[in-house]
């Protein structure tokens, strides 16, 4: 994996669990602006408008990147649009990563021809 391509991933992973967390939120604040006088909904959704706007970025970024199949991309991109999807994305984007540097170390110490 070339260091453009690990960036890619990186920044998608690093706005996932914000994009998941803001969504959360404003789901919260719709609850309680029909139920209570409290309406954050204009700024959560102000911010998670913008956030789910970087995923989709940043998801297209590392697609093109990583060479993803279509199934794959079609995962992260489902996993956007789900409320706690986000956590999932980081999760396995952070494994993704972790098994990129072990194949490298791997095959700079010629332990595999992977």
């Not at 998608?12 to 994009?19: G, Y």
């Not at 209570?36 to 590392?62: C, K, Q, R, S």
């Not at 999807?85 to 984007?93: I, Q, S, V």
């Amino acid at each position: 994996m070339d260091l453009k391509t690990a960036t890619a991933l990186r920044r998608l992973r690093l706005v996932s669990a914000p994009e998941a967390i803001s969504f959360l939120l404003l789901l919260v604040c719709s609850v309680l602006k029909r139920t209570t006088e409290f309406n954050a909904v204009p700024v959560m959704g102000a911010v998670h408008g913008a956030l789910f706007v970087l995923y989709v970025i940043f998801w297209a970024d590392a697609w093109n990147r990583a060479k993803w199949s279509l199934q794959t991309a079609a995962v992260y991109f489902v996993l956007s649009v789900l409320p706690a999807g986000g956590f999932f994305a980081e999760r396995k984007l952070r494994r993704e990563a972790e098994d990129a540097v072990i194949a490298s170390r791997a095959r700079n110490e010629g332990v595999v021809n992977a």
